[in-house]
């Protein structure tokens, strides 16, 4: 770790507390550098979704470079929540930042995202269609003794009763790979905004997204700068409140916003929830024995060991997503 982080007696929630204002100032002026010397951008550019990191970059962007050098974009479509458009143009008006709506869905529409996924569906749920609902679920890993990353389809009809469905491989692929062009579609137009203003795109995962791909690439994986990847969810938290992101935000449960049911992110990717992630994902950078984890997160040593064999599991499948292209020879010039 390159921050402050409290020096306590013993490992638990402590641990990971840090001198938000320092760090604030830290990631500010690594922002303005990037800009200045790198990028050779007059600014940055980012969608707001309403969730806190998101707000927290958006905070750390006018301290890098004041709110008129910030440009932010709402993109909401057909299955999002109501609740992160009010949210996001909450913490514009926050911040002072000049914002815009970029509704996505009839591109998405047009595109066939909805149809595409709604096929899929109707192998499994032949009924499938107005009406209805959806969310992809994974496996609990405190439970999962196989080690096997199994996720299930949820569906809700229009009377409001949900069922629960395994999924062969071949669904699965097609929802998320449809489901996928709404995170692309947001990321192309950032750029396009960032070019026309040429400024920088900020990318917002917290270490704990970034460190398990708990994003699309070339969609809300891409970016020029991402200035809390290295930063664990409750520090983001810990930025929040000093950065004075709205109170309903920061109370806000994390969703991935992106299915027509609503869905946290543990019910999709990680099992647990982020404070206890975090706990787990800092004893296994660091060294901390399954037992002393245990105790701080309320686990037992067994259910660490799960959740750090589900961590490297995780690792291992998506580092693709943190790669460019693969050359056959490298191209010493560039």
């Not at 809390?228 to 309903?248: F, M, T, W």
């Not at 935000?249 to 929830?273: A, C, G, K, V």
Request: proline share 5%; hydrophobic share 40%.
């Amino acid at each position: 770790m390159n921050m402050p982080l409290a020096q306590t007696g013993s490992f638990g929630t402590a641990t990971l507390t840090i001198d938000p204002e320092a760090e604030a100032a830290r990631i500010a002026a690594a922002l303005r550098s990037q800009l200045t010397g790198t990028l050779r951008r007059r600014g940055l550019v980012l969608g707001l979704s309403g969730g806190v990191d998101s707000s927290v970059s958006a905070a750390l962007a006018v301290r890098a470079v004041g709110a008129k050098n910030v440009f932010a974009l709402f993109m909401p479509e057909d299955d999002s929540d109501p609740e992160s458009l009010r949210l996001g143009r909450l913490v514009a008006e926050t911040f002072g930042i000049s914002a815009v709506v970029e509704n996505i869905g009839p591109t998405l529409e047009a595109m066939g995202c909805y149809e595409r996924r709604d096929a899929f569906i109707r192998e499994l749920v032949p009924e499938y269609g107005a009406g209805w609902a959806c969310k992809i679920v994974i496996a609990n890993a405190l439970t999962n003794e196989g080690g096997y990353n199994i996720s299930s389809l949820v569906v809700q009809d229009p009377e409001g009763k949900q069922t629960k469905l395994r999924m062969p491989p071949h669904v699965y692929l097609g929802i998320v790979a449809a489901t996928n062009m709404k995170q692309r579609t947001r990321k192309q137009v950032e750029y396009f905004h960032a070019d026309r203003l040429n400024y920088a795109v900020i990318g917002t995962p917290n270490r704990l997204e970034y460190d398990q791909g708990f994003f699309v690439k070339n969609g809300d994986g891409a970016a020029d700068v991402k200035p809390i990847a290295h930063l664990y969810k409750s520090q983001v938290y810990q930025l929040a409140a000093h950065l004075g992101v709205p109170e309903e935000i920061r109370r806000r449960p994390p969703t991935t916003d992106t299915y027509s049911l609503q869905q946290t992110q543990e019910e999709f990717y990680f099992s647990l929830p982020y404070d206890r992630m975090d706990l787990c994902l800092y004893g296994l950078n660091n060294g901390i024995s399954a037992e002393e984890v245990g105790r701080a997160a309320g686990l037992t040593a067994e259910q660490v060991g799960r959740v750090w064999t589900d961590i490297a599991s995780k690792r291992k499948t998506t580092r693709y997503l943190h790669s460019g292209p693969l050359l056959v020879d490298a191209v010493p010039e560039i």
